[in-house]
């Protein structure tokens, strides 16, 4: 029998995110059409664009009563009254009541501001009454920081949240593997981190996509087991991140996994948005519950 604790896939896809382009209008005519209201979605960074575009992408989803969470790169920003600017359009024309502030990649700041922890401290977004903040996790390390370096940046913006008041929350990179999803979760519960957290997942592409973008954006454990494990790797081209969700549902049955704070799914377009929402809407739609013998 499937434990009480244990949900199914279908449940797991009760709250979903996606992340979207700004800009991109064929993108947000797909959001806009077929996103159920209230649907969460962010809005990337795209280093070298101008942010403050992303005020209008983000006034268009929310008139259609999406939620938004816009992405912040603290690196990228060029100084303290850009992200003012920012921050004031975001919620004045916008109507935006949360955002995802991330390091941003890039070796040298543009600006003043180092890591997302040097956004919260300024209150530019407190002030503009956005309380709403969720933070990046990386459960199988970033390539470009020491692993101790980010479990003491994550502990610094919790403590931070908690001073502050400010409704934190975590959304990781994307992961092809169940295994450090799940060891990541207990080693954040064990450190007193209890901030829900959405799991990322890339959405169904082509396994050359796949790889492709774990390359980039250095998901070494995962990358192993695409070239590794070419049966396991065939079935997430075939049928989506649908082969980890039961991994990670078969590691629940050891876990409270209320006590692990998943608090929803987030996803990453590579293969398209229109292709990820139907694999959702198929994935809820059958009994996809995982039993055990």
Same mark, same amino acid.
């Given at each position: ?95 935006? /009541? ?15 501001? /180092?890591?997302? +922890? ?32 980010? /479990?003491?940046? +994550? ?99 050891? /876990? ?38």
């Amino acid at each position: 029998m499937r434990a009480m604790s244990e949900p199914s896939v279908a449940e797991m896809l009760r709250d979903y995110s996606v992340e979207l382009v700004p800009g991109d209008s064929k993108l947000l005519d797909v959001a806009v059409n077929r996103l159920p209201s209230r649907a969460l979605v962010s809005l990337t960074w795209i280093p070298g664009s101008d942010p403050i575009q992303m005020i209008a992408s983000a006034a268009r989803l929310r008139r259609a009563g999406l939620l938004v969470m816009p992405h912040i790169g603290a690196r990228h920003l060029r100084s303290v009254a850009q992200l003012e600017q920012l921050a004031e359009g975001l919620m004045g024309e916008a109507g935006v /009541d949360r955002v995802l502030i991330i390091g941003g990649d890039r070796a040298t700041p543009a600006g003043p501001f /180092d890591s997302s +922890l040097a956004i919260l401290r300024t209150g530019v977004f407190q002030r503009v009454g956005i309380y709403r903040v969720a933070v990046a996790g990386f459960p199988e390390g970033n390539p470009h920081i020491p692993p101790q370096i980010l /479990d003491q940046a +994550l502990a610094e913006k919790v403590e931070f949240a908690r001073a502050e008041g400010l409704e934190l929350s975590i959304v990781t990179q994307f992961c092809f593997a169940a295994a450090p999803i799940m060891s990541w979760l207990r080693r954040l519960r064990a450190r007193n981190i209890d901030v829900p957290v959405r799991v990322g997942l890339a959405g169904p592409a082509g396994l050359v996509t796949l790889v492709r973008y774990a390359m980039r954006c250095g998901v070494g454990n995962s990358l192993h087991v695409l070239t590794e494990n070419p049966s396991f790797a065939r079935a997430l081209a075939d049928r989506g991140p649908e082969p980890i969700l039961r991994e990670m549902i078969a590691s629940m049955s050891n /876990d409270n996994s209320e006590q692990l704070g998943v608090a929803g799914l987030h996803f990453y377009l590579f293969g398209g948005l229109s292709k990820t929402l139907d694999w959702i809407d198929s994935a809820r739609s059958r009994k996809a519950a995982y039993t055990h013998t």
